[in-house]
């Protein structure tokens, strides 16, 4: 399998740091509001990640974080009259809405800020004595010049950083690219003790202090959204192989943005969408669809056209597989074609090898609907063995498990009064009695129930 690193901005061949277990850390939401489909896009891309890894046989731990104490947290608390524990638990909850509505598989660990402040003090105490970090009136900040090799991962020249980097008012920073470790306890605001008296970390050290603890100074792959490469993903770089002597992970995946009707999503805009607005109107599976249906790397735009484009498609898979259920069901043990066998494993292949190309989901799925023609095409059209239709519904599940598709199947049993039309529709056209075989099957569509005659017997679905 490759992956583009954006630390060196290439593909290049995964190889785990350990063979034993696939380390990787995924940055999770600062909860103080619902997640929007911007926050929901890592969340989607990273969880197929881990599938894809599972299923190619990786022992995978995977740890997500919450942020649960923040300067957007503390003001969402001031202005609803809450403690910023009550917000950031709001939130977490809605966010496990949200994430399981979406397949979101949960994570190995989801550890918050909060509780893992002991860890973050005792880096933070590090990099003191190591000289990266310097105490000024209850701050602590990270001494950024004295790490080499600061603006790695966003590919930018120190200079350039130091044009734009600005001391706002109240900061006693060395310099003007230091950045806040730990912040001094203001009025009104939560704290915790510590050596440099009552405060509250900063926002980079959580991931940090939660990354060594959880999965050891060097793991295998951190991700996150595009926009936090800088400064997020580069300050823990600073903070963790200054603090540890160790590379701290070798290899970086980011996401692409995400546009809506064509213009960047911006809170400033109007244009900006949380992921429960859309499915209360289409549901969360076309939401995750959505996400993965374009290269992770690449800008995605969100329109209601493209959603329901989305929509058909996944109405397409459902209509596939359901179409199987029913050729099972009435397969007869007839003998099995080996070429159709082949055929079916080709796309399976085809799906591996648009996979193991950077976790192309766009054409991992592009294979998922070339076996659903060969199933319409070859299979549902014809009489084929059980073994054929049976192995046809093995591969398209597992393809669509790994993408965390289709997983809102429902039972097709259909209540005795509707099996009874059905059976009345089949003597009546046996009879050709095409009179009364036309009454029952309106009859069934007043009840939304659509009936197609295949070579294997008569199919239906609900509107």
Known sequence: M????????????????????????????????????GNARPLCVFDVLRRYMQYRGYNVKFVQNFTDVDDKIINRANEEGLTFEEVSEKYIKEFWTDAHGLNFKDADVHPKATENIEEIIEIIKTLEEKGYAYAVDGDVYFRTLKFNGYGKLSHQPIEDLQSGARIAVGEKKEDPLDFALWKGAKEGEPYW???????????????????????????????????????????EIAQSEAANGEPFAKYWMHNGYINVDNVKMSKSLGNFKTVREIADAYGYEVIRYFLISSHYRSPINYSLEIIEQCKSALERLYTCRESLDFAIKNAKDTDTDGELIKLIDSRKEQFITAMDDDLNTADG???????????????????????????????????????????????????????????????????????????????????????????????????
């Open 2 to 37: 490759k992956v583009f690193n954006t630390m060196t901005r290439r593909k290049e061949e995964f190889v785990p740091v350990d063979e034993k277990q696939v380390r990787i850390y995924a940055c999770g939401p600062t909860v103080y509001n619902y997640i929007h489909i």
């Open 193 to 235: 003790d510590s050596p440099w008296g009552k405060g509250r970390p900063g926002w980079h050290i959580e991931c940090s202090a939660m990354n060594r603890k959880y999965l050891g100074n060097t793991i295998d792959i951190h991700c996150g959204g595009q926009d936090l490469i800088f400064p997020h993903h580069e300050n």
């Open 365 to 463: 799925l592009s294979a998922i609907f070339e076996l659903v023609k060969d199933i319409n095409t070859k299979i549902l059209d014809k009489v084929v063995s059980k073994e054929v239709c049976e192995h046809a519904a093995e591969i398209f599940d597992e393809l669509c498990g790994v993408l965390g598709i289709l997983y809102n199947r429902k039972s097709n049993d259909l209540d005795s009064e509707i099996e009874e039309l059905i059976k009345q529709r089949q003597e009546a056209r046996a009879n050709k009695d095409w009179a009364t075989a036309d009454r029952i099957r309106d009859e069934l569509k007043e009840k939304g129930i659509i009936l197609k005659d295949t070579p294997q017997g008569v199919t239906w679905t609900k509107e």
